[in-house]
């Protein structure tokens, strides 16, 4: 999904909880940007393996964005809490 993006040979996916559009979408940035970015020390994996944090609600809506429009993580994050910021409410 992101071309360019290489993760070293012996890396292996953390298994953490998936975020299905409900509860707080900040907690759910945190632990992943937790377990991933303590595993590759880069940004792009974050970007590259959101996708496979999320399940249901949240993966569909991961699924309809226009990717290119990400330039950073920062960009991809901020518009994931936009869009569930009101299910924490649920």
Known sequence: MFPGVHLPFD??????????GHGDPVAHLRSYC??????????????????????????EWFVDQDIDKWISWDDLANEFV?????????
């Open 11 to 20: 890396f292996k996916m953390l298994k953490f909880e998936k975020y299905d």
């Open 82 to 90: 936009q869009q569930f910021q009101y299910k924490m409410l649920e």
């Open 34 to 59: 937790n377990h991933l970015r303590g595993a590759t020390g880069k940004e792009e994996p974050l970007m590259a393996y959101f996708g496979k944090s999320l399940s249901s609600l949240a993966s």
